[in-house]
């Protein structure tokens, strides 16, 4: 079964950092494209950043660029979204996502397969 599992989220005042991981298990995380997506409250989601198979590409999204950085291992079937410099329009629930066929463009706009229940990230004094 396919499954993919957010962790990291939490409280952050601003100008802070967290790192986000996305765990993947039933599939090899190798052929799959991955992106990081956000929802804040009231709003619909947003495509934040997608990794291609072999981490050769990258895309973000303009409100975070210079800011996150999106990496993944395959060996250890996990991505990562290190976010720095949080600020509190980052508030929201950040779901990472999988799909085998997805070019980075497609990703970015949310069209993935496979989606985790997200991890919250509050930005906050």
């Known amino acids: 079964q396919l499954q993919l599992v957010e962790s990291g989220g939490g409280l952050v005042q601003p100008g802070g950092s967290l790192r986000l991981s996305c765990e993947v298990s039933g599939f090899t995380l190798e052929y799959y494209t991955i992106g990081w997506f956000r929802q804040a409250p009231g709003k619909e989601r947003e495509g934040v950043s997608c990794i291609s198979r072999t981490a050769g590409s990258t895309i973000n999204a303009d409100s975070v660029k210079g800011r996150f950085t999106i990496s993944r291992d395959n060996a250890k079937n996990t991505v990562y979204l290190q976010m720095n410099s949080l600020e509190p329009e980052d508030t929201g629930v950040y779901f990472c996502?999988?799909?085998?066929?997805?070019?980075?463009?497609?990703?970015?706009?949310?069209?993935?397969?496979?989606w985790g229940k997200g991890t919250l990230v509050t930005v906050s004094s």
């Open positions: 996502a999988a799909d085998r066929n997805a070019f980075l463009p497609m990703c970015i706009l949310g069209r993935m397969n496979y």
